[in-house]
């Protein structure tokens, strides 16, 4: 998990975001982050590869889609992309197998073409997914991401040697100064003087905004 200031915003990356819901008081945690998130400029980005496993709370899964602004739903099941069926956009044109040349062409419904494409998800192409930009559209979109070319032998090294080499990448810090952080941070603790963090958030956030 890592943070990235954008204006004066914050967006939160959670990676393997099934972790950050294992305990009923991580879930508490993160209701309370969804539901204020907004008013303190934090965003939330969870990258995992089964939504429904992660997540297996009604109530909890009810919270997350209801603050979601997009996804994008690559190859997966059924009961992960639910939440899409009725955002799939549907022409009605959509023919039914035929039994003989002759025989009249139907179409299936809109609710069964989206039931079809519900279905689909479970074959998608690597590389395709349903974009939801549900912010700003009611219909998702069917999408396929650009390759990524990874380099070999000698220009792979030099290529994970310029990104470890520089800490700006990433936003990171060296060691030196990651290593005083956490002394810094233990010997707070053992002096029972850490700030709390949400008092901390509130008076950042603050502080922004009588920048503004």
Avoid at 2 to 14: D, E, G, H, I, T
Avoid at 98 to 118: K, Q
Avoid at 166 to 183: K, T
Wanted: proline share 5%.
């Amino acid at each position: 998990m890592f943070a990235r200031k954008v204006k004066n915003s914050y967006l939160w990356v959670c990676d393997e975001a099934q972790n950050f819901f294992r305990t009923r008081q991580l879930r508490e945690n993160m209701v309370e982050l969804l539901t204020q998130s907004r008013s303190f400029g934090a965003f939330f980005l969870y990258l995992t590869q089964n939504i429904t496993t992660a997540v297996q709370e009604g109530e909890m899964l009810e919270t997350l889609h209801t603050n979601t602004r997009w996804s994008l739903s690559m190859r997966g099941t059924t009961k992960d992309g639910a939440f899409l069926k009725e955002a799939f956009p549907v022409t009605g044109r959509m023919s039914k197998p035929r039994n003989s040349p002759y025989a009249p062409v139907e179409f299936y419904s809109p609710a069964e073409e989206r039931s079809i494409l519900l279905s689909g998800l479970a074959h998608l192409p690597d590389r395709t997914g349903w974009l939801w930009l549900k912010s700003k559209t009611g219909e998702a979109m069917k999408i396929r991401t650009a390759p990524l070319t990874i380099p070999d032998g000698a220009e792979f090294t030099e290529a994970v040697a310029r990104i470890q080499g520089n800490p700006r990448i990433g936003q990171r810090i060296s060691r030196s100064a990651f290593m005083a952080e956490i002394a810094r941070r233990d010997d707070a603790v053992a002096k029972n003087d850490e700030p709390n963090p949400v008092e901390q958030l509130k008076k950042s956030y603050k502080a922004e905004e009588e920048l503004v």
